[in-house]
């Protein structure tokens, strides 16, 4: 299998992401090469990043009863399923058992106006899920019970905050400015007191409604142009963020404190700066939202340029980083996968390909399969535990969650 080799970039001048930063970074950056991915293709073996497999049916009940489960997350032993229809986060115990909902929707303390698929974060200190509702952050017990709530600074209650977190003993709110396509990270404490922010060289100007496009990246209107705003999610005590230009992977540490972790190089592929749209589809960039990162591996969801379709059947849109190795290999399809899933080839326990949508804390790795669609392939796979499963399955089923414990 051919792989490419990450390459090392000395650095010995001031790095410029949207303005030059002052933080301190390494002498050597790593570069992440997607520039001629398709010609080291290959397969990679589940058994190479993880040591178990489990399938786990959410129950289902009237309260319960999920639309869909394109997202879930799992954190502190429990999933947490968006419910699309409801407009609401439901939580599951680790066997699969319904806890409940997490809050609920009004504008009463511990209340939420409105939440999106990205609106949930997570306390890492206690493992409590924190709900973000445009001014304000809501922290719940693992039982949905309210725990406290945060607003936004006074400040920036003017603007339409894109994401809040929480970050060591604070929180970090991504603001944007569409205008100019910039923005903005605020750090504030639990009273709405600014500590920091980041980049200091310039101002806001207000936001506009936020929607999501097919891709699953974050997108904002002006006038009649679409901005892609930076994507933003957790590893460890850190918060990552990957930049609008899908270029550069930077993280925030518990204080604040900056470092650039990659460069992330598409070679003559690469996005033009303020693309048209027939540009961007004609483009080489990572659909940054579906970036998921463990301890030895960043998983990558890639875009290819239009003209790639014709391709799609003998290569996925999927890539695996091996930190260790810095190595980035593009996922092969086989002809039995390309019917079904694509992902990392289940040598486990020969069931379903496997693709993380998220990764804990604890490093379990979990995607979600809808019930028919569970029952169907565990004909196609020869994995006990899956026909097993699928037995106790019927069309009105919740999803199955796939739980992959990583090495």
Request: hydrophobic letters at 35%.
């Amino acid at each position: 299998m051919r792989k490419y080799l990450s390459r090392v970039l000395t650095i010995v001048i001031c790095i410029s992401l949207t303005s030059c930063i002052s933080e301190k970074i390494s002498n050597e950056l790593e570069v992440i090469s997607f520039e001629g991915i398709r010609d080291g293709a290959g397969f990679v073996n589940l058994s190479e990043v993880a040591s178990s497999v489990k399938y786990i049916p959410l129950e289902t009940n009237d309260y319960s009863l999920l639309d869909n489960a394109p997202r879930p997350v799992m954190e502190s032993g429990n999933f947490y399923i968006f419910s699309g229809k409801e407009s609401c986060y439901k939580a599951f115990s680790g066997d699969g058992k319904f806890i409940g909902r997490i809050g609920r929707k009004g504008r009463a303390t511990g209340e939420y106006v409105h939440l999106q698929p990205f609106s949930l974060s997570f306390n890492f200190k206690n493992g409590n899920p924190l709900l973000h509702s445009y001014n304000k952050i809501i922290e719940y017990d693992n039982d949905g019970k309210l725990v406290k709530e945060v607003l936004a600074p006074d400040t920036l209650k003017s603007y339409t905050s894109l994401k809040t977190m929480k970050l060591g003993k604070n929180y970090l709110a991504l603001y944007g400015n569409l205008s100019k396509n910039r923005y903005k990270f605020f750090y504030f404490d639990s009273q709405g007191r600014i500590i920091d922010e980041y980049p200091k060289s310039y101002e806001l100007s207000p936001v506009k409604q936020i929607r999501g496009d097919a891709d699953g990246e974050e997108e904002v209107m002006v006038g009649f142009k679409v901005m892609i705003t930076p994507s933003v999610y957790n590893y460890k005590d850190y918060i990552k963020v990957i930049t609008e230009t899908n270029d550069t992977i930077f993280s925030f540490g518990p204080q604040f404190e900056r470092h650039i972790d990659y460069i992330l190089d598409y070679g003559k592929e690469k996005t033009p700066d303020y693309p048209t749209d027939t540009e961007r589809e004609n483009s080489l960039y990572i659909n940054s939202r579906f970036t998921c990162e463990s301890d030895n591996f960043i998983f990558f969801r890639i875009h290819f340029p239009a003209t790639d379709q014709r391709n799609i059947s003998s290569y996925t849109n999927l890539a695996i980083y091996s930190k260790e190795k810095k190595e980035l290999t593009l996922l092969k399809n086989s002809e039995a996968d390309f019917r079904s899933l694509t992902g990392l080839r289940n040598d486990i326990d020969n069931g379903i390909p496997f693709w993380p949508s998220y990764i804990s804390k604890d490093g379990e790795m979990i995607m979600s399969i809808p019930a028919l669609n569970f029952i169907e392939l565990s004909k196609e796979y020869d994995s006990p535990e899956m026909k097993k499963i699928a037995a106790t399955l019927n069309e009105n089923s919740n999803p199955v969650m796939v739980v992959v414990k990583l090495k």
